[in-house]
């Protein structure tokens, strides 16, 4: 099992450019999540998914869109990028018999 | 809104020394608690999670305690290694998809 995958892991967009993130996870999870990671914040949820064909607002949603185009996939959408969206993004989903996130390895975008 | 703190932002200790890692929270309603741990440039890896009904859960030389009542979690380490090193990360849930972060506490593992 590969858990968690995201794609890329770096991207570097000018102002104004558009880009997705992709999140894909093979552990048949209901539940998947984007969060951004930025220094002296912490996490903080941007969207999730509680089910396949359902998507609600975090704590940050301004300036991202998501699909979840099948159980397994989740992406995050910048339709145009600012400098304020660079960050680390993470992607996670949620099952188990004790209903923990399982995190991806990150995807470091810089906004220029 | 809930808030988590953890204390202190970073630690340093010698091999060898068992320690342990504060959270605290500021809405005692909450489903659970876990503790992750990020290695740098890395993703989390989840390490404990305790339900609100659960006081401790333990994991190899890892135990993490839970007092709602207080808003407080410790996570304890014994032995520590200097493969221990890394930022440890507090996150409760309050709701269903609710998750909230501490800033972790960076910990350094002396040889």
């Known amino acids: 099992n590969a858990g968690v995958t995201q794609t890329p892991k770096f991207q570097v967009l000018k102002t104004g450019q558009s880009m997705t993130l992709q999140c894909a996870q093979d552990m048949n999870h209901n539940s998947m999540y984007w969060y951004r990671q930025d220094p002296g914040m912490g996490l903080r949820l941007i969207y999730y998914?509680?089910?396949?064909?359902?998507?609600d607002k975090g704590e940050v949603p301004n300036g991202y869109n998501v699909s979840r185009l099948n159980k397994r996939e989740f992406s995050l959408r910048l339709e145009s990028a600012a400098p304020s969206q660079t960050s680390v993004y993470f992607c996670?989903?949620?099952?188990?018999?004790?209903?923990?996130?399982?995190f991806g390895p990150g995807t470091r975008l810089l906004v220029l | 809104k809930q808030e988590v703190t953890q204390i202190p932002a970073a630690l340093s200790v010698p091999e060898g020394e068992n320690l342990v890692l504060n959270c605290s929270f500021t809405d005692s309603a909450i489903y659970n608690l876990q503790w992750f741990r990020q290695d740098p440039g890395k993703g989390l890896t989840s390490l404990l999670l305790i339900q609100s009904s659960q006081r401790e859960q333990t994991s190899g030389r890892l135990n993490a305690s839970l007092d709602k009542s207080s808003g407080r979690s410790t996570l304890y380490i014994a032995a520590s290694q200097p493969g221990d090193s890394a930022t440890y990360l507090c996150?409760?849930?309050?709701?269903?998809?609710?998750?909230?972060f501490g800033t972790g506490t960076r910990l350094t593992v002396i040889p």
């Open positions: 996670a989903s949620r099952g188990g018999h004790l209903l923990a996130q399982y």
């Open positions: 998914s509680a089910s396949e064909g359902t998507t």
């Open positions: 996150a409760v849930e309050g709701g269903a998809n609710n998750l909230f």
